[in-house]
Nanobody, 119 residues
Framework: QEQLVESGGGLVQAGGSLRLSCAAS?????MAWFRQAPGKEREFVGVITWSGATNYADFARGRFTLSRDKVKNTLYLQMNSLQPEDTAVYYC????????????????RGQGTQVTVSS
């Protein structure tokens, strides 16, 4: 059973940056981030394939960057220019088949890491 462990969340002021990490216990071909703010539905942030192709949500494009270290089996999410509306629990997910923006299709899911952006 693949395990995903997120880290890097915390409290940051508006305009600041954070880098989230997601360490996988083994190889995972496709990895993504989703987030869920209080009282809101979970939403897609971005996905990266094994080859390095990426796809981002509109709100993330230009501010967030996905990358991965294949040796360490770790996914990163660099978040810049953070705003209070980015406050949410961020979840790492992974699967062997491409799942894109469909959270339910991802086989492996982390426990989430809290990101709080103060104004």
């Amino acid at each position: 059973q693949e395990q995903l462990v997120e880290s890097g969340g915390g409290l940051v002021q508006a305009g600041g940056s954070l880098r989230l990490s997601c360490a996988a216990s083994g190889r995972t071909d496709h990895m993504a981030w989703f987030r869920q703010a209080p009282g809101k539905e979970r939403e897609f942030v971005g996905v990266i394939t094994w080859s390095g192709a990426t796809n981002y949500a509109d709100f993330a494009r230009g501010r967030f960057t996905l990358s991965r270290d294949k040796v360490k089996n770790t996914l990163y999410l660099q978040m810049n220019s953070l705003q209070p509306e980015d406050t949410a629990v961020y979840y790492c997910v992974a699967s062997s088949a491409y799942a894109g923006r469909d959270y339910a299709t991802y086989r492996y899911r982390g426990q989430g890491t809290q990101v709080t952006v103060s104004s």
